[in-house]
Antibody
Framework: QVQLVQSGAEVKKPGSSVKVSCKAS????????IGWVRQAPGQGLEWMGR????????HYAQRFQGRVTITADKSTSTAYMALSSLRSEDTAVYYC????????????WGQGTLVTVSS | SYVLTQPPSVSVAPGQTARITCGGN??????VHWYQQKPGQAPVLVVY???DRPSGIPERFSGSNSGNMATLTINRVDAGDEADYYC???????????FGGGTKLTVL
């Protein structure tokens, strides 16, 4: 059974960057598609982007283009999401999730990582 | 761009049936997935591909999808079902998942 475990909470200054990790276990990581979703306090789910580790192909939501970088390390079965030029509006819980083809649902999800951006 | 519309809230008495809708233009032609999110927890998939349930999800949860509306139905609701529920489709124009705004289910 696939499990995704994320890194711990972060507090960052405006203008800085953050990198969140997502370690997979229980399956063949290279065959996965890993996506990232964020949720601001009291708000809904917002798609950020995805990576296909076996092909090292990424695709980002337009509103995060240029600020987000998603990578994967097949040797450790870990995906990463880096977000730069942080602002207070980026304060949110960031989730990784496996995208399951062909109808593309997300299952399972990581436990979430709270990123707080504050001066 | 494609938009999914959910009611902000739905209230139901224990033991009754809750129906949470997700509206979208010709959504019946898409595969719809539903997630349950309890406070402080990550979302959990409860229905995928319109009508299928992952292992471990009670049979009380079911889905339907036709025309311009998809529906998540929860039979014999209990207090443990209180949560936010999100619908999701794949948006072919942007090539990424699209979520509805979420519905807060309150068990009276």
């Amino acid at each position: 059974q696939v499990q995704l475990v994320q890194s711990g909470a972060e507090v960052k200054k405006p203008g800085s960057s953050v990198k969140v990790s997502c370690k997979a276990s229980g399956g063949t990581f290279s065959n996965y598609i890993i996506g990232w979703v964020r949720q601001a306090p009291g708000q809904g789910l917002e798609w950020m982007g995805r990576i296909i580790p076996i092909l090292n192909i990424t695709h980002y939501a337009q509103r995060f283009q240029g600020r987000v970088t998603i990578t994967a390390d097949k040797s450790t079965s870990t995906a990463y999401m880096a977000l730069s030029s942080l602002r207070s509006e980026d304060t949110a819980v960031y989730y990784c999730a496996r995208i399951v083809s062909p109808a593309d649902w997300l299952d399972p999800w990581g436990q979430g990582t709270l990123v707080t951006v504050s001066s | 761009s494609y938009v999914l519309t959910q009611p902000p809230s739905v209230s139901v008495a224990p033991g009754q049936t809750a129906r949470i809708t997700c509206g979208g233009n010709n959504i019946g032609s898409k595969s719809v997935h539903w997630y349950q999110q309890k406070p402080g927890q990550a979302p959990v998939l409860v229905v995928y591909d319109d009508t299928d349930r992952p292992s471990g999800i009670p049979e009380r949860f079911s889905g339907s999808n036709s025309g311009n509306m998809a529906t998540l139905t929860i039979n014999r609701v209990d207090a443990g079902d209180e949560a936010d529920y999100y619908c999701q489709v794949w948006d072919n124009s942007s090539d990424h998942p699209l979520f509805g705004g979420g519905t807060k289910l309150t068990v009276l």
